[in-house]
């Protein structure tokens, strides 16, 4: 049996009566918990992004970067810097500046030393000396050997300056202008000046002033709903892609016709007022339904003589990243929730020819035939591609987008193949959305199409025969 110390008998006596001896409290593992939290939300986050960014493509990629067309840099040529042994003086850090016009003289970058006077021309012996260990010019009694040959001393003085004028003449000297010699190295045209960006203020307005179009809603055109006013076709028949269109009379109706649908319009102001008041009155233009003061928008448009048309909702590439909003016609959605929404779209304004929708799924599915159907009754025109079955509205076929690729290089590569195709393939319409790059790089574009054969046109001048589809 153990017998007890002191020290027991006074810790025993020491406690409490009636309680027990602490138990040691177990420690509640925290640490695993928080890494498995941690490790929870930045796979799921990290799921998510991933799965968004497999939706999108390359538009939105360089939509969300806001990768714009800007000018692009110089050329550096290898060895052309700052030095005094380059022959030809470069422009700053060794980059060369834009080429000056045919025939103009470019002045030096550096003032030309001043004429030496005769007093302060330089020695000649000082320059012509020749090296220590070139050969002795062998004695005068000696015979010249044909293998020796005495150096010849280079005349350096410069030569004699033009005559100065005295200090009292009042008539000064002309300017000296050097022209700068080419610098070394294969060089390249730059695509602008290197200090203008794209804008919209480059653009040049039309050069006659457009006539304006139609006060809207036409008499007879329109028809109370729980949505707000609906085009309806006319107790006379008339419709809605022929009452608001733009007046348009050809020569020549064996050419091909070609409607440029400047699109995205309503959503930001000065992208939209450069569109109304800087580009021809043939361009049509395609107004968001999520626009504010959306009637104020068409109606400015009209005046300027420009046809046009809403943009319809649908569903494209890259959906749900890529969302038409609540509006939007989509392949899940049930057929009488997409008519109510069309309906919706259509209420906004009025004195528009009829709806762009651009391709993608909804459009190559079979929600969009009664779509289809609902327009026919309305009177409004389809620009679009889609198989329809009757009734059918009078559709445009959409050629594409310009721009897709927002870089100059690419759109002018676009229009070539856009313009070639239509010269095959017959009438369409063609994109553009409302970048300064893109509208600088039309301009051009719609002076040469003349001359290629081809026909500017508003989009309902395309309806029939000439668009391919009625």
């Known amino acids: 049996m153990d017998t007890l110390d002191d020290d027991d008998i006074d810790k025993f006596l020491s406690r ?9 409290r177990r420690k509640f593992p925290l640490r695993p918990l928080l890494i498995a939290l941690v490790v929870a939300v930045l796979g799921g986050g990290l799921g998510t992004a991933g799965y968004f960014l497999s939706q999108m493509d390359t538009r939105d990629l360089i939509g969300l970067l806001d990768v714009a067309d800007q000018p692009k840099l110089a050329i550096q040529i290898p060895g052309q810097g700052k030095g005094p042994d380059q022959k030809a003086p470069a422009a700053e850090g060794g980059m060369l500046k834009p080429p000056a016009p045919a025939g103009a003289d470019v002045p030096s970058v550096t003032e030309p030393p001043p004429a030496p006077t005769p007093a302060e021309a330089p020695p000649v012996a000082a320059a012509t ?22 150096p010849v001393k280079i005349d350096a003085t410069p030569a004699p ?32 000046p290197v200090d203008k960006a794209p804008s919209f203020a480059n653009l040049a307005p039309p050069t006659a002033k457009p006539k304006p179009l139609g006060a809207v809603p036409a008499e007879g055109m329109t028809r109370p709903s729980g949505f707000g006013p609906l085009p309806v076709i006319a107790s006379d028949g008339r419709q809605s892609w022929q009452v608001y269109a733009r007046p348009f009379e050809s020569k020549d109706n064996t050419k091909p016709r070609l409607a440029v649908v400047v699109t995205g319009l309503g959503l930001d102001r000065e992208a939209t007022d450069a569109a109304i008041d800087r580009l021809p009155p043939e361009i049509t233009l395609a107004f968001s339904p999520y626009a504010a003061s959306l009637d104020t928008w068409v109606k400015k448009a ?34 009488e929730d997409n008519a109510d929404r069309l309906l919706r779209v259509l209420a906004r304004t009025a004195g528009y020819v009829g709806v762009l929708a651009q391709d993608g799924p909804f459009t190559k599915s079979q929600q969009l035939p009664p779509i289809l159907a609902m327009l026919k009754e309305r009177g409004l025109l389809f620009v679009g591609n889609g198989a329809a079955t009757d009734p059918k509205p009078p559709m445009v076929a959409l050629g594409g987008t310009v721009d897709s690729d927002v870089f100059r290089d690419a759109v002018e590569s676009k229009q070539k193949a856009l313009a070639a195709q239509v010269r095959t393939k017959g009438s369409q319409a063609v994109l553009f959305n409302p970048r300064p790059a893109s509208l600088e790089a039309m301009a051009p574009w719609l002076a040469s199409l003349a001359a290629e054969g081809i026909v500017l046109a508003p989009v309902s001048a395309l309806v029939g025969p000439q668009g391919g589809k009625s």
């Open 16 to 24: 409490p009566l009636g309680v027990d001896e602490e138990k040691p």
């Open 161 to 192: 300056p033009p005559a100065a004028l005295p200090q009292d003449t009042p008539a000064a000297a002309p300017p000296i202008v050097v022209k700068q010699e080419a610098p070394q190295g294969p060089l390249q045209p730059l695509p602008r």
């Open 302 to 335: 009209r005046d300027s003589g420009h046809e046009v048309l809403l943009a319809l909702p649908v569903e494209e590439s890259g959906y749900p990243a890529r969302d038409p909003g609540p509006w939007g016609l989509t392949t899940s959605a049930r057929p």
């Open 129 to 150: 000396e020749p090296p220590p260990a070139a050969p002795s010019v062998p004695p005068a009694h000696e015979a010249p050997s044909a293998s020796l040959v005495p």
